[in-house]
């Protein structure tokens, strides 16, 4: 298995701009997250989808934050319009849910907006 | 308050040394406990899951206190390739499997 796929790897955008970032799970993971890593705040879980279904979006900053899992191998987060303060690498993770549930993660995508 | 609270360090240690880094979490309803492992602009990485009883993978040792929500990382006889940030997790299984990171431990070993 090629693991979790991200794309893209970099982005730098304007200020204004929409950007989507896509994930792949691993195949037969049942759930996903989506995290966001700064300096300042760490890892920061932005929602999570068990079976495509979003569970708990409590962590999406705002409105213009936006994701979907229309199917079991991919998801978007979608950010419009985007600002410098969204300037983080986003991290999706996989896993199967189990007693000791790994997580494993994709190589991020490290978001710039200028 | 964060739910899963460490400090962030760095810690600063010669290779050879033992080193040892703590964890506290708010949620009593925390079932599953793991220590990750970040390299310098790298994914995080499972370094190894943390049971009750306490767990050991060569220089590595995990403890759990259920009782004061804390949990530890040993690492005996450092080497340079443990120089990371270590993360500290909990799983809420009554969340359906939500995953809560600390901010992290940036450890150096040094020659």
């Known amino acids: 298995d090629a693991g979790v796929i991200q794309s893209p790897r970099h982005e730098v955008t304007e200020m204004g701009q929409e950007v989507t970032l896509r994930c792949k799970p691993i195949s037969g993971h049942d759930y996903l997250f989506w995290y966001r890593q700064t300096m300042m705040r760490g890892l920061e879980l932005l929602i999570y989808f068990n079976n495509n279904v979003p569970i708990d979006d409590s962590g999406m900053p705002e409105d213009r934050f936006s994701a979907k899992m229309p199917n079991a191998s991919f998801s978007t987060l979608k950010i419009q319009p985007s600002e410098p303060r969204d300037s983080a690498v986003y991290f999706c993770?996989?896993?199967?849910?189990?007693?000791?549930?790994?997580?494993?993660f994709g190589q991020g995508t490290r978001l710039t907006v200028v | 308050r964060k739910e899963v609270e460490q400090d962030p360090g760095p810690f600063n240690v010669p290779e050879g040394a033992t080193v040892a880094f703590n964890c506290t979490y708010s949620n009593s309803a925390s079932q599953s406990f793991f220590w990750y492992r970040q390299d310098c602009r790298k994914e995080p990485k499972l370094l190894m899951s943390v049971y009750s009883s306490g767990n050991e993978d060569g220089r590595f040792t995990a403890q759990l206190n259920r009782a004061s929500q804390y949990i530890s990382l040993l690492i005996r006889d450092s080497k340079l390739s443990d120089s990371a940030t270590y993360l500290c997790?909990?799983?809420?299984?009554?969340?359906?499997?939500?995953?809560?990171f600390g901010q992290g431990t940036e450890l150096s070993v040094k020659p």
């Open positions: 993770a996989s896993s199967f849910l189990g007693p000791d549930t790994e997580a494993f």
């Open positions: 997790v909990v799983n809420r299984h009554n969340q359906g499997g939500k995953l809560i």
